[in-house]
């Protein structure tokens, strides 16, 4: 187990470097449900070009982007064989089931997963890890105890330190909030509500008003939007997935709503991007390149037999108008220029 302070963290990938966050800082999740604050040093370089596969619910936004950077670019520089697979979202259960029948065909050692939902993958998962593959759940939720070991932060967490922020932030102002966490039945979606919601419960003055689940597509979004607005046009914030939040500005522009702020309970590009330009409130970062990242190198280690934490995450930053200017990046996006790279070192 290594908790040290690095010296260096350089990405190397298609001919560029990505510098991360120095010492990089890590959560460790204890079974009591506490978190131990340390720093990590991951490892150096494999021992052998391990074959490690990367199951992802889809790359159709930039979180997703994010993650498989992180993913690939740390399997390079490790020196070990990689393969990406990308399911089309949170409704293909079905196309993922299969995309982890044919990594297991094709002979990886190791399995990072991160699930389209919370339970479809548990007995795949279970028959797979009981042949003798290991698999590491990434970032997204999934019931099995054959998952030993983890890399990510709650999305439950995750809501709840936003909504801490903003209960602080609406003080006593009476409040009105309408929710819009993401896909139902994603998991995800659910932890970011119950997060929010359970770290404002305790101020009378804020209400939430709405909750709407709906697909992360854009259209889908735009139209909970409208159904929100018009429903409630007194509402002082919306409060959800990144996607509901880059929409929301410009339909409250062409609505000439100046009273409805938004907030985004995760962060991509287009969000910062808004913040910088004070037409969203504030994001958290879970730096998702940072924690597919971890997750690599967990895989590395348990192949390697190193006594490794089970639960492992990043902190958590609370970013707004007043220190998105100073925000490191590096962990959280890919660089504006990347496309996603399905192999590495594969043969």
């Known amino acids: 187990m290594r908790f040290l302070s690095i010296t260096s963290a350089c990405l190397m990938m298609m001919g560029s470097c990505t510098a991360f966050a120095e010492p990089l800082q890590v959560q460790i999740f204890n079974s009591d449900g506490t978190a131990t604050q340390s720093q990590y040093e991951p490892p150096a370089q494999a021992k052998q070009p391990w074959r490690i596969g990367i199951a992802i619910p889809h790359l159709k936004d930039p979180y997703w982007l994010a993650a498989s950077y992180g993913a690939m670019a ?13 399911a089309q979202g949170y409704t293909d259960v079905t196309g993922q089931l299969n995309q982890l029948d044919n990594l297991v065909v094709e002979g990886v050692d190791a399995i990072v997963l991160a699930a389209v939902g919370p339970h479809a993958q548990s007995q795949k998962v279970s028959k797979i890890v009981e042949d003798g593959t290991p698999v590491i759940g990434m970032i997204n939720p999934i019931e099995t105890d054959a998952v030993k070991v983890r890399r990510g932060i709650s999305y439950k967490i995750l809501a709840q330190k936003a909504g801490e922020y903003f209960k602080e932030f609406a003080r006593s102002r009476p409040t009105k909030i309408a929710l819009l966490p993401g896909p139902a039945g994603s998991g995800w979606a659910e932890d970011l509500e119950q997060g929010f919601v359970g770290a404002i419960k305790d101020q009378a003055n804020i209400e939430v008003v709405d909750t709407k689940y709906g697909d992360t597509g854009k259209d889908a979004q735009m139209t909970l ?61 879970d730096q998702a390149a ?20 089970a639960n492992m995450g990043s902190s958590i930053t609370i970013v707004t108008k007043d220190n998105v200017a100073i925000f490191d990046r590096t962990g959280t996006f890919a660089p504006d220029d990347y496309r996603p790279v399905f192999q590495v070192n594969w043969n």
């Not at 740390?74 to 990308?86: I, K, P, S, T, Y």
């Not at 996607?243 to 609505?255: D, N």
């Not at 702020?261 to 969000?271: D, E, G, H, K, R």
């Open 290 to 309: 940072l924690l597919a990242r971890l997750a690599v190198d967990a895989a590395v280690d348990v192949l390697e037999g190193r006594d490794v934490p």
């Open 74 to 86: 740390e399997a390079e520089r490790l020196g070990v064989q990689a393969r990406l697979v990308a």
């Open 225 to 285: 939007l409208q159904n929100i607005l018009q429903a409630h046009p007194d509402v002082d914030y919306i409060v959800g997935n990144p996607v509901a939040a880059e929409a929301a500005p410009r339909l409250l522009a062409t609505l000439a709503n100046t009273r409805t702020q938004v907030v985004s309970l995760i962060a991509t590009p287009p969000v910062m991007n808004l913040v910088e330009r004070e037409q969203v409130l504030m994001f958290p970062s």
